[in-house]
C-alpha cells in the first residue's frame, strides 16, 4: 500500500482524497470505510420509523400531534411509487378532516421521507427550538402530523384539509455516504393539491455534522415569517439575510 | 397503426408502436410508474416479437410523438438522411439487430448509416437485443471528438473529474481536482456540479479552472455544469468558457421544464464557437441525459422512457458535442429500481448514443435509495470498457458529497485501464507523462518521483 503524500488536502474537504493506493486499487482500509459508510445509509433507508414514538416525545414538548399515514404501504412500494407517497391514505384522511377547525396559520408535518434515521434523530431537536419561537411570533399552529412514508407534495394535502395558510414539512433526505441521518425542511404558501416544487422553499442539510437543528430553527423561524408577511413561498421569496436559499431542490428527497 | 401477433396460444393486439415499443421495452420500474409496461413476461416477448418484424421504413411514417406537437419529432423528422438510410431501408428491426451484429459489418459502414436512423429504430433495436449484442454492436463504432484533446478513439478511455464540493468552497474543489490529476484523470473534462446557480460564483469557478489548466499547460478542458442561461451570462460577463454543459431530455415539454428548447441550444453553441478557446477542435457542448426525466417532469406524452432517452441523442447530435453522458442510476429507484435495471439500461443508452454517432460516456452510478451496490458498478463499468465507451467520472473515492450518490473513482479507471489496456487522450497522456504523474504501460510513477509543480504552486 502506498499513501499518497499530498494527505494535506484532505483539510480542505471532506471529499475521499488522498486515499492511497496498492498498485492503481484502493488499500483495504478505504475500501471498508466506504462499504461500512453504504451499510449505514442502506440502513436509513430502511430504518422502522416509530411514529408512534415519535410522537410522544413531541406532546411532551406541548404539542397535539396526529398519526398519519399515506397511500404507499410498506417501504418497498415507497421506493417505487412516489405518487402514492404524495398522498394520504383514507383513514388519515378522514381522521384530518374531523380534526380540521377554523384554519391555522401552520401546519407542520414530520415524515421518515428517505431515513427514518434522521427523522428519529434531528425533528425533536429542530421542533424543540422552532416551537418557542413560533409561539413568540403568535403563530397559530394546527397538531403537528407526523406521516409514516410521506412525500414532500403531502403537505399539500394536509395543509389544504386543515385550512392551512403555511404548511411545514421536515424529512428525512435521500442518505448520502457521510450523511445518513440528514432532515430536510420545505415549506408551501397556501398548500393546496397541485403546487408544484417550484413554490417551495428548502432548508436541507440539517443534522449536527451540516446545518444544526438550532440554527436550522432560527433560519425557518426568519423564513415563515417572510413568507406570511410576502404571502408567497418559492422562487419567488428570496431572503437577503440567508444568501444561500435554495427553492425547493427535490433530488435530496425524492 | 396496430400491430399484432399470435404468439402460442395467445393473441397479442398492440395499438400504435408507440405502445409496441413501450410494451417491447425489458422490465423496469419506470415504465410500470408510467403505466406503459408490458402487463406479463410473455406480453413482454411477444411486443419484441411483433416488432422485429416491424419494416425501420415504418419509423418514418409513424411518430410516437406527432410532428405538429414536438420540436423533437420536428428535428428527428427534418434531420433524417435518406441516402444514409438507404443500406438499411429494406430491412425491418430483427433484421437490422442481425446487420449490426454480422461479421461483415464494421464500424465505418455503421456509421455511414448513423444520420438515416432514427432514435426510435435504433431504440427499437435496443428493446430485441441482449446486453452482449449491445456490447458487441457499440464496441464495433468509434465517435472521436476534439476540444484540446482527442476523446474516442481506439484503446482510449477519457474521465470527467468531478471535483464538487457542498458549499464550492473553492480550497474544497482544488484540493479535488489536484487528487484526481495525481491519479491521472481530468482528460475528458474538469467539471464542476457547483452548489449554487449564481452567474457570479460560476464565472469564479471557471477562472479558477482556467488559470490552473493554463498554468500548468494540461491539454484538456474545463466545464461548470450550471445552466446553459447562466453559462451564457458567464460569456457575456467574460469568464472563460471551454465547454457549455446542459441536461436535455426527449421531449419538447420536458427540455421545457429544462427551462430549454432547441434554438436555445443553437445560440448557447454559437456563443461557445465565437471564443474559439479549442486548439484541436471545435466540439463546444457538454450533454447530460439519463432515463426516467421525461415522467420526471410529467412530459412523457405515454413513450417508454428508454426511446425518450434515445430521442434526447438526437437533441444532442443536432449540437456536434465533444461530450454525452447518460447519468444513469442518478434518478433513483422509481425509474431504474436495482443494479440489473441500471445495468441494462447504461448499456442501452451507450449503445443508441454511439448508434446515433455521438461520444458517448456513462456516469456509471446509484443512489443509496436503489438496490445497488459499488459491485454493480464494477460490473457496470467493466461491461462499458469492453463496449467502448468513451469516458467514465472520476469522483473521489467514487463519493460525491454534494450530488449525495455514488459514482466512479480514480482508482475504478485505473482498474479498467489495467484490465483493458486502455490509455488516457493522446494529448493528455504526453502531459501525465511529462509531468510524471504516469510511466511505463500507464502506471502511477511512485509518489516520490512526483514532486511536481502541481502541488506546491496552488493556492492551498
Given at each position: 500500500m502506498k499513501e499518497d503524500?499530498?494527505?494535506?488536502?484532505?483539510g480542505f474537504t471532506?471529499?475521499?482524497?488522498?486515499?492511497?493506493?496498492s498498485g492503481g486499487s484502493l488499500p483495504t482500509r478505504a475500501l471498508l470505510d466506504f462499504r461500512m459508510a453504504h451499510a449505514l445509509a442502506k440502513d436509513a433507508v430502511h430504518a422502522e420509523f416509530d411514529a408512534a414514538g415519535l410522537a410522544l416525545e413531541l406532546e411532551s414538548l406541548g404539542c397535539a400531534t396526529r398519526l398519519l399515514k399515506s397511500a404507499a404501504a410498506g417501504r418497498a412500494e415507497y421506493l417505487l411509487r412516489p405518487d402514492l407517497g404524495r398522498r394520504l391514505d383514507d383513514a388519515s384522511r378522514e381522521l384530518l378532516a374531523e380534526s380540521a377547525?377554523?384554519?391555522?396559520d401552520l401546519v407542520i408535518v414530520v415524515s421518515d421521507g428517505l431515513s427514518a434515521t434522521a427523522a428519529s434523530r434531528q425533528v425533536v431537536g429542530v421542533l424543540s427550538e422552532l416551537l418557542p419561537l413560533l409561539e413568540q411570533d403568535g403563530w397559530r399552529l394546527g397538531p403537528v402530523c407526523v406521516v409514516e412514508?410521506?412525500?414532500?407534495?403531502?403537505q399539500d394535502e394536509i395543509g389544504e384539509l386543515l385550512g392551512a395558510r403555511l404548511s411545514l414539512m421536515l424529512l428525512g433526505e435521500r442518505p448520502g455516504l457521510g450523511s445518513p441521518d440528514s432532515l430536510g425542511a420545505y415549506f408551501t404558501w397556501e398548500?393546496?393539491?397541485?403546487?408544484?416544487?417550484?413554490?417551495r422553499n428548502c432548508v436541507s442539510n440539517i443534522r449536527p455534522e451540516g446545518l444544526v437543528p438550532a440554527a436550522a430553527a432560527r433560519r425557518l423561524q426568519a423564513l415563515l415569517s417572510n413568507s406570511r408577511r410576502l404571502g408567497l413561498s418559492g422562487i419567488g421569496l428570496k431572503d437577503e439575510t440567508f444568501p444561500a436559499l435554495i427553492p425547493a431542490d427535490d433530488h435530496r428527497v425524492e | 397503426m396496430s400491430h399484432t401477433i399470435q404468439a402460442g396460444r395467445r393473441f397479442h393486439q398492440f395499438a400504435d408502436l408507440r405502445e409496441l415499443l413501450a410494451k417491447a421495452t425489458?422490465?423496469?420500474?419506470g415504465d410500470r410508474l408510467a403505466g406503459v409496461?408490458?402487463?406479463?413476461a410473455a406480453e413482454r416477448v411477444a411486443a419484441q416479437m411483433c416488432l422485429a418484424e416491424?419494416?425501420?421504413?415504418h419509423f418514418l411514417e409513424e411518430w410516437v410523438i406527432p410532428y405538429e406537437e414536438d420540436e423533437v419529432t420536428r428535428l428527428i423528422c427534418d434531420r433524417h438522411d435518406r441516402g444514409a438510410f438507404a443500406v438499411v431501408a429494406g430491412m425491418n428491426v430483427g433484421e437490422f439487430r442481425e446487420w449490426l451484429l454480422d461479421?461483415?459489418?464494421?464500424g465505418v459502414e455503421i456509421a455511414a448509416v448513423s444520420g438515416g436512423l432514427t432514435p426510435e429504430m435504433v431504440a427499437a433495436a435496443s428493446k430485441l437485443m441482449g446486453n452482449q449484442d449491445l456490447i458487441l454492436a457499440a464496441s464495433k463504432v468509434r465517435v472521436v471528438s476534439r476540444f484540446r484533446n482527442t476523446q474516442g478513439l481506439a484503446g482510449r478511455l477519457g474521465v470527467r473529474l468531478q471535483p464538487n464540493h457542498p458549499t464550492d468552497d473553492v480550497r474544497g474543489i482544488v484540493a479535488s481536482i489536484l487528487d484526481g490529476l495525481l491519479y491521472?484523470?481530468?482528460?475528458?473534462v474538469i467539471g464542476i456540479n457547483p452548489a449554487t446557480d449564481s452567474p457570479v460564483a460560476c464565472g469564479e469557478l471557471l477562472r479558477m479552472m482556467d488559470e490552473l489548466v493554463s498554468r500548468h499547460e494540461i491539454p484538456t478542458q474545463t466545464c461548470v455544469l450550471t445552466h446553459v442561461t447562466n453559462t451564457m451570462q458567464c460569456i457575456g460577463a467574460g469568464a472563460p468558457v471551454d465547454l457549455i454543459f446542459q441536461s436535455i431530455a426527449g421531449t419538447e415539454a420536458a427540455n421545457r421544464s429544462f427551462g430549454v428548447s432547441l434554438s436555445l441550444l443553437k445560440e448557447a453553441r454559437e456563443m461557445g464557437l465565437a471564443l474559439g478557446r479549442g486548439t484541436l477542435g471545435d466540439n463546444v457542448m457538454y450533454f447530460e441525459t439519463g432515463q426516467g426525466s421525461c415522467l420526471s417532469a410529467g412530459a412523457?406524452?405515454?413513450?417508454d422512457q428508454q426511446t425518450l432517452e434515445a430521442r434526447a441523442h438526437a437533441v444532442a447530435r443536432e449540437?456536434?458535442?465533444l461530450l454525452v453522458n447518460t447519468?444513469?442510476?442518478?434518478?433513483?429507484?422509481?425509474y431504474l429500481y436495482d443494479g440489473k435495471q441500471i445495468t441494462r439500461a447504461g448499456l442501452e443508452d451507450h449503445f443508441c448514443g454511439k448508434m446515433l454517432g455521438l461520444p458517448m460516456g456513462c456516469d456509471v452510478c446509484y443512489t443509496n435509495?436503489?438496490?445497488?451496490?459499488q459491485d454493480d458498478m464494477d460490473n457496470l463499468l467493466t461491461l462499458l470498457g469492453v463496449a467502448g465507451c468513451n469516458f467514465i467520472m472520476g469522483v473521489p473515492g467514487a463519493d460525491d458529497i454534494m450530488l449525495n450518490y455514488q459514482s466512479t473513482s480514480f482508482h475504478d479507471s485505473h482498474y479498467l485501464r489495467q484490465v483493458l489496456g486502455l490509455r488516457p487522450a493522446p494529448e493528455f497522456e504526453a502531459w501525465l507523462e511529462r509531468v510524471g504523474i504516469f510511466g511505463e504501460g500507464n502506471r502511477l510513477l511512485p509518489?516520490?518521483?512526483?514532486?511536481?509543480g502541481l502541488l506546491t504552486s496552488l493556492p492551498l
Open positions: 503524500p499530498w494527505a494535506r488536502l484532505k471532506p471529499a475521499r482524497v488522498a486515499l492511497g493506493r377547525g377554523g384554519g391555522v412514508g410521506g412525500r414532500v407534495a403531502i398548500p393546496r393539491a397541485g403546487r408544484s416544487d417550484a413554490e | 425489458p422490465a423496469r420500474s409496461a408490458a402487463e406479463s416491424v419494416p425501420l421504413a461479421y461483415a459489418t464494421t491521472g484523470c481530468g482528460d475528458a412523457h406524452h405515454g413513450v449540437f456536434s458535442p447519468v444513469v442510476g442518478f434518478i433513483g429507484p422509481e435509495h436503489a438496490e445497488a451496490d509518489a516520490e518521483a512526483r514532486r511536481h
